[in-house]
């Protein structure tokens, strides 16, 4: 709010008037007795004789109630004015980005300030977009994977449009292998094998050709990216042919699955 002015008429010319904020006097007649350099009188002359406070670039701090106090001959008339300011919604806290592991108990906190107090509303950003119950805290209860991702915080009171912040959850999780499939070629020719997981964090990933691990080398490839892991195996000899083993392996857990090769 850029300007409020507060209304109050004398009697006549002879009346005297001041202005009160709760117990402290602002004007007595002209005289100022307040250092707020942003609260002036406003003062007219004529039918009706004006004394009107002036509160330039109002803020919270000036709510409250204000006295014109009108000192005539008859009995002093004192007129009571309430300033309500009111102010837009502000998010002033909410919580970090956090990591957690599937299956705990999570609680977020948004905090907000404004004036009608803001209600605080939360959303989980996915195609979704699925609502929480209102209220500075969202408890999920045995978070899983599918809960991971950003959470919006939106406080809103009728002054204004809503504040907005977001915040990040990340949900750890062991490996679960997905897919695993081969490409089974003739003798002399390259054959793939893939093998996709679900993790986080992502996995490292291992080969097994019955018990014994793969390593690169001698027509052997490996390459392995993010969730997923292929193996090349160059000019397919008789020996090669046979069960392969994937191991998919985070902090949290290891996962296998087994294809063949035929």
């Not at 006295?67 to 009571?80: D, G, M, Y």
């Not at 803001?118 to 999920?140: C, F, M, Q, V």
């Not at 081969?182 to 093998?195: D, E, I, M």
Request: glycine content about 6%; hydrophobic content about 35%.
């Amino acid at each position: 709010m850029k300007l409020h002015k507060a209304w109050c008429y004398l009697l006549d010319g002879i009346s005297k008037g001041a202005w009160l904020n709760r117990s402290s006097i602002i004007f007595a007649g002209n005289d100022k007795w307040s250092v707020d350099p942003r609260v002036s009188i406003v003062s007219s002359v004529g039918d009706k004789h004006e004394y009107s406070l002036q509160i330039q670039k109002v803020d919270v701090s000036d709510d409250g109630q204000y006295t014109c106090s009108i000192q005539s001959e008859r009995n002093p008339r004192p007129k009571l004015l309430n300033l309500i300011v009111k102010v837009p919604p502000k998010i002033y806290d909410i919580s970090s980005d956090i990591t957690v592991n599937e299956g705990i108990n999570v609680s977020l906190i948004c905090t907000a300030s404004g004036k009608p107090e803001p209600s605080i509303s939360w959303r989980h950003i996915t195609p979704s977009a699925r609502k929480y119950d209102n209220g500075e805290y969202l408890n999920i209860t045995g978070i899983t994977r599918d809960q991971a991702g950003d959470y919006e915080c939106s406080a809103l009171n009728d002054i204004a449009s809503p504040d907005t912040k977001t915040m990040k959850v990340i949900v750890n999780f062991a490996p679960t292998i997905h897919e695993m499939k081969s490409h089974g070629v003739g003798l002399g020719r390259t054959a793939l094998l893939r093998c996709e997981a679900a993790a986080v964090p992502p996995p490292t990933f291992e080969w097994y050709k019955g018990e014994k691990r793969i390593n690169k080398g001698q027509g052997i490839d490996i390459k392995s990216l993010s969730s997923r892991s292929v193996l090349t195996v160059n000019n397919m000899t008789e020996d090669r042919y046979g069960n392969y083993t994937c191991v998919a392996t985070n902090k949290l857990g290891t996962a296998n699955a087994s294809v063949p090769l035929i």
